[in-house]
């Protein structure tokens, strides 16, 4: 059974460029979560997926943005990038938002780590 | 805002000691409380969690305490082992409308000398 997976695992960008993340949930989850984690901290929640529309935001600009598919994978796009954008972006896949305790659950992968120059 | 505190930072312990790590939340609305475990190159996964209903929650060697009234929740690993070494995360979320949004600590690196 394939957990979450993402791609790319390394990718480096130099200031002002734009970038694509991509995650694939885990088979039987149809949400999907966005976090940032900088070195040395937790992971920062960005957005959520369900039925392909954003559900919910943390404190992150516009430059930020997502996309869900019909197959439940997600993108996100991170655009004019910035030195501070470095970090581990993790996808995390759960079942959908009001649809009981499994959708507390969340499953990560094992994050994209983008280098910001 | 920091709304989940956690400590300590990092914390050392003898192959089968007891590992204590602690968090504090400020926002009473949060109502599932897991803790996760991180390997380096590797996204954080599920260890055990609680809902505030109750104050205790075992499982193997992994306890979770809770103490509403006082807004706090630990982790004890019991009888550690040099495998136990990682990065653990408390985290806390709240409604199930809200499930996938959650609050993180900043972590704690946890290091079992064998």
């Known amino acids: 059974d394939a957990g979450v997976t993402q791609s790319p695992t390394h990718l480096i960008k130099t200031r002002g460029q734009q970038v694509t993340l991509r995650c694939s949930p885990k088979?039987?989850?149809?949400?999907v979560s966005w976090y940032q984690q900088a070195l040395g901290q937790g992971p920062q929640f960005i957005f959520q997926?369900?039925?392909?529309?954003?559900?919910q935001r943390g404190n992150f600009p516009d430059r930020f943005s997502g996309h869900q598919y019909p197959n439940y994978s997600s993108e996100l796009n991170v655009n004019a990038l910035l030195l501070g954008d470095s970090a581990l972006y993790l996808c995390?896949?759960?079942?959908?938002?009001?649809?009981?305790?499994?959708?507390?659950?969340?499953?990560f992968g094992a994050g994209s780590r983008l280098t910001v120059l | 805002q920091q709304q989940v505190k956690q400590s300590p930072q990092s914390l050392i312990v003898q192959k089968g000691g007891i590992s204590i790590i602690n968090c504090a939340y400020e926002?009473?609305?949060?109502?599932?409380f897991p803790w996760y475990q991180q390997f380096p190159g590797k996204g954080p996964a599920l260890l055990i969690a609680?809902?505030?209903?109750?104050s205790e929650k075992k499982e193997g060697r992994f306890t979770i305490s809770f103490n509403k009234s006082a807004k706090q929740f630990s982790l004890h690993i019991m009888d550690s082992q040099p495998g136990d070494s990682a990065t653990y995360f408390c985290?806390?979320?709240?409604?199930?409308?809200?499930?996938?949004?959650?609050?993180f600590g900043d972590g704690t690196t946890l290091t079992v000398k064998p």
């Open positions: 995390a896949s759960s079942l959908a938002p009001g649809g009981g305790s499994g959708a507390n659950v969340l499953t």
């Open positions: 088979s039987g989850h149809d949400t």
């Open positions: 997926y369900y039925e392909e529309e954003e559900r």
């Open positions: 926002n009473t609305a949060f109502d599932y």
């Open positions: 609680i809902r505030p209903d109750v």
């Open positions: 985290a806390a979320s709240y409604g199930n409308t809200n499930a996938g949004k959650s609050t």
